[in-house]
């Protein structure tokens, strides 16, 4: 059984590791490794302890490269990973799986190793990047294996077996299968890497607070006091002028902290595990897997054999041998053919009509509910420039789920194909952005609607590119990836860096500054990135025509 484990979960891992999202998940796994080691002369800094760094040996940048990949590869890996059963049940591999005496246990393990293997494949290359990046930088040429490494293995990787986990069992939790589980998983990683840094953190949290002792003993060994040096960061943070270094040479992690680690495996197993307590496998007698066949669409022997051969009427198939009047009289039926009515009006508004149907259809009623509350809250708020900071965030939230579904509808339902050889590829194009600008539009209405009774002109030309940025975003996404998750996964740091106050993703003018105007992103630069998205969206799906 070991033995057909790790053959299922390699054959997954080479399946995953040929796609091109594969490649550029590795690409941006590069990014992260420069941008946790940034060049001495920088205006920023990723891991600092007040105004001191470490020197770029192996020890420190391993380290700092490893802190970087625990905090954000559980967040990009999540989304990576999150569909290796879906797959399955796309491909109709599972329908095959359901038919073999494979445990369901054996099948979640194989699953769970395949998506650690696919995020340890990620640590690898920060681990080559970091070793790369220590040769750049140039303070220290000598080169510790140990050192460099052990930090990807002692803190990082456990974190991304519990995120292996936690995409295996989302997925076998049908409300959370789609994208109210991608959208769930920010908040949960948020907790997780705000908690994790606690010195009170379960099980050693993610592993910073040993890490900042380990720092400020370094400190202190070459004369700094650790309590004036300043305050432990671990994230992007922009300085004013280059932090001065000192040698650190590492972190020896005690029996306690490693227990710790292997406490998080063995929990993010034991999630793996657990749906096997309602997980079917396929197995459509459980509820789930192959659809029964549609009743009369194929024929029932033991009927036939018992009326002489001839098949039941009700199965409505010709036998061979057997005189089907009906299908020697089903010409007639189309001699006149009933006609296409003429439909007149501006095609251009049928075809937007017809893709705001697709977008929306399937929306709640509560759904709408919501948009309702939101716009009479907005009436209600004092100042109008009050509405942007709360009211503003939570309306263009509200809509991720459908957001998502632009430039990748059809892909997933399988009608690509199909439309491809329709006319007017651009137009349709243009109406399905069209189809997200008016959702956006409706989902934050109150807090224009406020703007406008509260004459907060600027405050409105920075909605209105908000509503034109948002779509064009998620249009973009969709048609370069052909999934829902990349724009979900995208769009939920730039809408939490605006809730947090961070104005330099601000894209709604939610932030102001204190004479009231929007201090966020430039009206300016919104224009052209709506531009530059557009015109993506459009020479792709221009090259896609012209080698397909």
């Known amino acids: 059984m070991p033995e057909t484990v790790v053959r299922l979960a390699v054959g997954d891992f080479r399946d995953r590791v040929r796609r091109p999202a594969y490649a550029v998940v590795l690409i941006a796994a590069v990014g992260l490794g420069y941008l946790a080691t940034p060049a001495p002369e920088s205006d920023w800094v990723v891991m600092q302890v007040g105004d001191y760094r470490g020197t770029y040996n192996s020890?420190?940048?391993?380290?700092?490269?490893?802190?970087?990949?625990?905090?954000?590869?559980?967040?990009?890996?999540?989304?990576?990973?999150?569909?290796?059963?879906?797959?399955?049940?796309?491909?109709?591999?599972?329908?095959?799986?359901?038919?073999?005496?494979?445990?369901?246990?054996?099948?979640?393990?194989?699953?769970?190793?395949?998506?650690?293997?696919?995020?340890?494949?990620?640590?690898?290359?920060?681990?080559?990047?970091?070793?790369?990046?220590?040769?750049?930088?140039?303070?220290?040429?000598?080169?510790?294996?140990?050192?460099?490494?052990?930090?990807?293995?002692?803190?990082?990787?456990?974190?991304?077996?519990?995120?292996a986990a936690a995409a295996l069992l989302f997925e076998t939790i049908p409300p959370l299968r789609a994208g109210l589980g991608n959208v769930l998983w920010f908040f949960v990683w948020t907790v997780l890497v705000l908690a994790g840094q606690s010195p009170h953190a379960p099980l050693g949290g993610i592993g910073v607070h040993s890490v900042v002792q380990s720092l400020g003993a370094g400190l202190a060994e070459q004369?700094?006091?650790?309590?004036?040096?300043?305050?432990?960061?671990?994230?992007?943070?922009?300085?004013?002028?280059?932090?001065?270094?000192?040698?650190?040479?590492?972190?020896?992690?005690?029996?306690?902290?490693?227990?710790g680690r292997y406490a998080l495996v063995a929990i993010a197993l034991g999630l793996a595990l657990l749906p096997v307590l309602w997980f079917p496998r396929f197995d459509p007698a459980r509820g789930r897997g192959l659809?029964?066949?549609?009743?009369?669409?194929?024929?029932?022997?033991?009927?036939?054999?018992?009326?002489?051969?001839?098949?039941?009427?009700?199965?409505?198939?010709?036998?061979?041998?057997?005189?089907?009047?009906?299908?020697?009289?089903?010409?007639?039926?189309?001699?006149?053919p009933p006609r296409t009515p003429v439909t007149y009006g501006s095609p251009a508004l049928r075809l937007l009509?017809?893709?705001?149907?697709?977008?929306?259809?399937?929306?709640?009623?509560?759904?709408?509910?919501?948009?309702?509350?939101?716009?009479?809250?907005?009436?209600?708020?004092?100042?109008?420039?009050?509405?942007?900071?709360?009211?503003?965030?939570?309306?263009?939230?509200?809509?991720?789920?459908?957001?998502?579904?632009?430039?990748?509808?059809?892909?997933?339902?399988?009608?690509?194909?199909?439309?491809?050889?329709?006319?007017?590829?651009?137009s349709r194009t243009a109406a399905e952005w069209g189809a997200g600008f008016l959702l956006t539009a409706a989902a934050g209405i109150g807090p224009a609607l406020r703007m406008v009774t509260g004459a907060d002109t600027q405050g409105l030309v920075h909605w209105f590119l908000g509503a034109l940025f948002i779509p064009s975003l998620a249009l973009l996404l969709g048609t370069l990836s052909r999934t829902h998750?990349?724009?979900?996964?995208?769009?939920?740091?730039?809408?939490?860096?605006?809730?947090?106050?961070?104005?330099?993703?601000?894209?709604?003018?939610?932030?102001?500054?204190?004479?009231?105007?929007?201090?966020?992103?430039?009206?300016?630069?919104?224009?052209?990135?709506?531009?530059?998205m557009l015109s993506v969206v459009f020479l792709s799906g221009a090259a896609r025509r012209a080698t397909s």
Not at 231 to 247: M, V, Y
Not at 361 to 383: E, K, N
Not at 393 to 418: C, D, F, K, M, Y
Not at 493 to 509: E, K, Q, R, S
Request: a neutral charge; proline letters at 7%.
């Open 59 to 163: 020890a420190y940048t391993g380290m700092v490269v490893a802190l970087a990949a625990t905090v954000w590869l559980p967040l990009g890996g999540f989304y990576v990973v999150r569909n290796a059963i879906a797959r399955d049940e796309a491909t109709g591999v599972g329908r095959l799986l359901a038919t073999t005496p494979l445990r369901t246990w054996t099948y979640l393990i194989a699953k769970f190793l395949s998506s650690v293997l696919v995020l340890a494949s990620m640590l690898g290359v920060l681990a080559v990047t970091a070793l790369v990046m220590q040769w750049a930088r140039g303070e220290t040429m000598a080169v510790d294996p140990v050192r460099l490494l052990s930090p990807f293995v002692s803190i990082a990787l456990p974190l991304m077996a519990l995120t």
């Open 223 to 259: 004369g700094i006091d650790p309590g004036t040096a300043g305050e432990f960061s671990l994230g992007l943070t922009q300085i004013q002028e280059p932090l001065k270094t000192f040698d650190w040479q590492g972190f020896d992690p005690d029996a306690a902290f490693l227990l």
């Open 291 to 336: 659809r029964a066949p549609a009743s009369g669409l194929l024929p029932n022997p033991a009927a036939g054999t018992a009326s002489g051969g001839a098949v039941p009427e009700a199965t409505g198939l010709p036998v061979a041998g057997v005189r089907d009047d009906r299908a020697e009289a089903r010409p007639a039926a189309f001699a006149n």
């Open 353 to 426: 009509a017809g893709e705001v149907r697709i977008l929306v259809q399937g929306i709640p009623l509560w759904w709408w509910a919501g948009v309702l509350v939101l716009a009479v809250a907005s009436q209600m708020v004092t100042p109008a420039t009050g509405v942007t900071r709360i009211l503003l965030p939570v309306a263009w939230i509200w809509p991720v789920l459908i957001w998502s579904r632009l430039g990748t509808q059809r892909h997933e339902h399988g009608v690509e194909a199909l439309l491809g050889a329709c006319p007017a590829v651009r």
């Open 485 to 532: 998750r990349l724009f979900q996964f995208a769009y939920l740091p730039l809408w939490y860096g605006t809730v947090n106050g961070l104005a330099a993703v601000d894209f709604m003018g939610a932030i102001r500054a204190d004479d009231g105007s929007p201090a966020g992103l430039s009206p300016v630069f919104l224009a052209t990135a709506v531009v530059v």
